[in-house]
């Protein structure tokens, strides 16, 4: 890698950088304001979604007292789509939230049509025109997980290196948010 590549690149952590800043900042403040959790999660979202451009949508989903993933908010998904995802259980082998809740670990489904956690629900990313999803869990500082947070893609590509970093310090955020 040469020194302008070098340059660019760290460039684009320092602008992904700011726009985790801001979006933690202005979550905070709405804490603090007394906002409903609905409301600070999406703004973490709309970070999400600016850091991953070309018209991805991001969702957060937290397990509730049952140990089901309910919508914590998904403000670009539609109604239809978070009904029938709904009270999904944690699962290794099932799509990449309930499996990333599942194991605490990021999940990566490059392409939805070729991953076997997708096979019961493919069709429903498939139909909003997404191709692939990760999802890196928020857990709190002992380890515990309380959702996900998810990035639906347009196209079959992984995650940069950038995205992941920023993603991980917005689900660390939400994690405060949420305990």
Known sequence: MNDLQQEEMASHFRQLDEIVEKAES???QMHKDGEKQSEM?????????????????????LLDNRGLLRNGSSPKLPTDYLTAID?????PFLGTCASAAAT???????????????????HLPLSLGFAGAWSMPIKTSEGKVLGT??????EQREPTNAEMAAVKHLADFAAQLLV
């Open 26 to 28: 202005h979550a905070l």
């Open 41 to 61: 999660l999406a703004c973490l979202i709309n970070a999400g979604e600016e850091i991953a451009g070309d018209g991805a949508v991001c969702s957060i989903l």
């Open 87 to 91: 009270g999904l259980k944690p699962n």
């Open 104 to 122: 605490g670990m990021l999940v990566i489904t490059k392409d939805f049509k070729s991953d076997d956690k997708w096979a019961e629900l493919r």
């Open 149 to 154: 947070f998810g990035t639906y893609f347009k």
